[in-house]
């Protein structure tokens, strides 16, 4: 064999063991997360109920999914509407909560969420429509989901609630930034 063709060899077999690790981490609920919304890092998706403060997997509404792969912040090739994947986001509120919508954020039971103005435009200045100023009272069968930690996520300040249904697992970090 030639050293181009050896080279070309390992840079196949590496290649296939990337996939193949890719697929088993999926298979065993392993998520890498590379977006602004959650630090980045190594999450383990697990069954259990969502609780306020929790990080969650959550379809979003296809509506919102279908305006969400158009603008390109979610990835597709999900199981989700749309077939886009699920988001991660943190549980703001939950049933019997109130999420009061002001011009200058969110507050989940008269306390302040940081980061959670709503912004009029994404990062390329393509306008965005928060959810109206307003008190919203969270039913038994949805729950808020926001990132309060990067202020450019695209979660409930922009589509309000999301139902329980729609989570497919909390999500627990293995190795992560600071958060």
Known sequence: MTARGARGSRVVWWLATGVAVLAAGRLTGLRLNLTGSLP???????????????????CLPPQIAAFASARGYVPRGGA????VVPIGKRVSAI?????????????????????????????TGRPLHGVAVGCYHVGRDELWV????SRLSFD???FGAVRLSEVRGRLLPLWTGSY
């Open 40 to 58: 980045v890092g190594l999450y383990v998706a697990v069954g259990g109920a969502p609780a306020r403060g929790t990080l969650v997997l959550v």
């Open 80 to 83: 989700c509407p749309g077939g």
């Open 95 to 123: 049933a019997g909560d109130t999420v009061t919508v002001t011009p200058t954020g969110l507050l989940v039971n008269g306390a302040p969420v940081p980061n959670s103005q709503a912004l009029s435009a994404d990062r």
């Open 146 to 149: 926001l990132s309060s930690y």
């Open 156 to 158: 409930s300040r922009y």
